[in-house]
T-cell receptor
């Protein structure tokens, strides 16, 4: 079956431009996560969606970052007025969202480079 | 705030060796402990998930243990192969709250030499 997919796989943009990253979770997964991995660093949690509940935005680093999810499907992460420190791999993960079935399945990531 | 540490940061071994990767966490109130592998240019692949009530999990040549009281987990790889070369990450979500966001260690980069 299809796994988590992300697009684009690579994105190069100029400082100050807005970018939009897309994540398609595994069908039937109610939980969706966005993480960021800067070069040489560990993964940082950004935002979490669970069904129709309000998202947990506690990991978003600034108000330039926002994310939306349509029901229990596609999610988009938007970065406005990009800065060079936003350069990273942005990973999306999904899970069934039920107790004892919390394995998170990750997409291949979007590599963002801000020049 | 949970902090996850992995030692060593890098490890190089000859093919066939058994090896142990270490993971420690500061807050024992975790929901589970997960091990992933990350290959260059690719996403993460889940290897093992140990529930907080469990002590270990096994999958093929991999065995992961969990000792919540000491804040430690180990990943044991038996009879290592060149295909095992990757970065191994451990991660844990908090036991409380509705979110299950993972706090990751910085990883152990494993190279298995043929």
């Amino acid at each position: 079956g299809a796994g988590v997919s992300q697009s684009p796989s690579n994105k190069v943009t100029e400082k100050g431009k807005d970018v939009e990253l897309r994540c398609d979770p595994i069908s039937g997964h109610t939980a969706l996560y966005w993480y960021r991995q800067r070069l040489g660093q560990g993964l940082e949690f950004l935002i979490y969606f669970q069904g129709n509940s309000a998202p947990d935005k506690s990991g978003l680093p600034s108000d330039r970052f926002s994310a939306e999810r349509t029901g229990e499907s596609v999610s988009t992460l938007t970065i406005q007025r990009t800065q060079q420190e936003d350069s990273a791999v942005y990973l999306c993960a999904s899970s069934l969202g039920r107790f004892s079935q919390e394995t998170q399945y990750f997409g291949p990531g979007t590599r963002l480079l801000v020049l | 705030k949970q902090e996850v540490t992995q030692i060593p940061a890098a490890l190089s071994v000859p093919e066939g060796e058994n090896l142990v990767l270490n993971c420690s966490f500061t807050d024992s109130a975790i929901y589970n402990l997960q091990w992933f592998r990350q290959d260059p240019g690719k996403g993460l692949t889940s290897l093992l998930l140990i529930q907080s009530s469990q002590r270990e999990q096994t999958s093929g040549r991999l065995n992961a243990s969990l000792d919540k009281s000491s804040g430690r987990s180990t990943l044991y790889i038996a009879a290592s192969q060149p295909g095992d070369s990757a970065t191994y990450l451990c991660a844990a979500p908090p036991a409380s709250g509705s979110a299950r966001q993972l706090t990751f260690g910085s990883g152990t980069q494993l190279t298995v030499l043929p």
